[in-house]
């Protein structure tokens, strides 16, 4: 490994995320298409929210008088009806959960505040306050006034939004071109099988997964053999992608050609080294307009590494503004040691804002079952050797 490429926790952070200096072409999609999509353009407000004064619910609408004590039931209206203002003095419509309150009425009392009520007239309770359950047009928000920032990751709640306005087409960011494969002779497909000399691809199906869960569509580009002119032929074919994931190959053995191989093509290392544990070996560049993110071959670093590094990274080249984890202040409940001088990445598990690490943090990169039972991620700094009880520590959440 090239020393000269190590770098810091923080010098990875920054220099991957720089990677993401582009944004995608535009496209537009139906708003049922839309969920998950990133918005390449302000959303503001074309209809008022409401888009007229209605009721909040079920009861009586009337103009407010100090002592009004009953009123006689002018009409009745229903959600969709448009009745124009006709109230004579002592006279209230019944009306229905979001039907249009006309003009001549500022104040709804619900069926149940009534001291009673039959099919002609009501007797008003003393406590009733003007504007009860009277929702205002453009209470809520008003035309003109900014709703879905671009850059945001559309949610069903911002589809709903959208709604409201009757909107049916948005314009986004098109979705990225991902490639993901693993390298090694020794790794077979899950429809393959595996001799007791082989192993299963853990990586490349559990990296396409970990993508889903944030939005990504990844392909499965399969196994490159450990040779490199193969791998060389490969990565020329793949600069069609946005983005290339590997996982394997980047280490210092004899067999590790993955950053040979890419150098053919064009590749130019952001960093190639990280000091932490797990994930020392991972590598990322770029390949011409192409990001890579080469992560280690065990699959606990290699999930880990991706998750910290390139997700970031995808959000972000997806025009993304909130690209950043969200991080978490929780109790450490058992006591724990990590060793100094880089920084650590513990797994263990949130709950009820107590973190508890797994297995004293006594695990291999190579593991799987540390990612199954964990759900949170703590990273040490360089300094610290461990971890006292009811010591207050910061997290992300997987």
């Known amino acids: 490994m090239n020393k000269a490429h190590v770098v810091s926790f923080e010098a990875a952070m920054t220099l991957s995320q720089n990677l993401a200096s582009t944004k995608p072409h535009l496209v537009w999609v139906s708003v049922f298409d839309a969920l998950g999509r990133t918005l390449a353009k302000e959303i503001t407000c074309k209809k008022n929210l409401p888009s007229y004064n209605n009721a909040a619910l079920d009861g009586f609408a ?38 249009k309150v006309p003009s001549d ?37 008003c035309v003109g006034a900014p709703l879905l920032g671009e850059g945001t990751c559309l ?29 090694g002779d020794e790794l077979k497909s899950p429809w393959e099988n595996a001799s007791e ?51 394997g190959g980047v280490s210092m053995g004899e067999a590790d050609f993955v950053e040979r191989a890419l150098l053919k093509n064009g590749f130019e290392a952001s960093f190639h080294g990280i000091n932490i544990k797990p994930g020392k070996p991972t590598m990322m560049g770029k390949m011409g307009e192409t990001i890579v993110a080469s992560m280690p071959g065990n699959p606990l670093a290699a999930y880990v590494n991706a998750f910290l ?26 006591p724990f040691k990590v060793k100094s001088g880089r920084v ?15 297995g004293a943090n006594k695990y291999g990169s190579g593991m799987v079952k540390p990612l199954i039972n964990s759900n949170a991620l703590w990273i040490s700094d360089e300094v610290i050797s461990s971890v006292e009880a009811s010591f207050e520590i910061t997290i992300l959440k997987f």
């Open 62 to 99: 009337f103009k407010y008088e100090e002592g009004l004590s009953e009123l006689h039931i002018k009409t009745t209206i229903l959600a969709g009806n448009v009745v124009e203002p006709s109230l004579g003095e002592h006279e209230c419509y019944k009306i229905m959960t979001g039907a």
């Open 105 to 141: 009425a500022d104040t709804i009392i619900p069926f149940e505040e009534c001291l009673s009520y039959d099919d002609h007239k009501i007797a008003l309770s003393p406590n009733v306050k003007k504007g009860n359950a009277l929702r205002l047009k453009g209470e809520e928000e």
């Open 155 to 183: 949610t069903s709640r911002d589809i709903a939004l959208l709604a409201s306005q009757g909107i049916s087409m948005v314009e986004v960011y098109k979705r990225l071109s991902i490639a993901v494969f693993s390298t």
């Open 197 to 247: 000399d082989e192993i299963y691809d853990i990586n490349a199906l559990a990296l396409i997964a970990l993508l889903s869960e944030h939005g990504f569509v990844a392909h499965y580009c399969g196994v490159i053999p450990d040779n490199l002119d193969a791998a060389t032929e490969y990565f020329a074919r793949m600069k069609q992608y946005d983005v290339l994931v590997t996982s």
């Open 309 to 334: 590094f390139l997700i970031p990274v995808l959000k972000k080249l997806q025009g993304q503004k909130k690209f950043h984890f969200e991080s978490i202040r929780a109790r450490n409940v058992e």
């Open 344 to 358: 650590n990445l513990v797994l263990g598990t949130l709950n009820d804002g107590e973190f508890h690490v797994f």
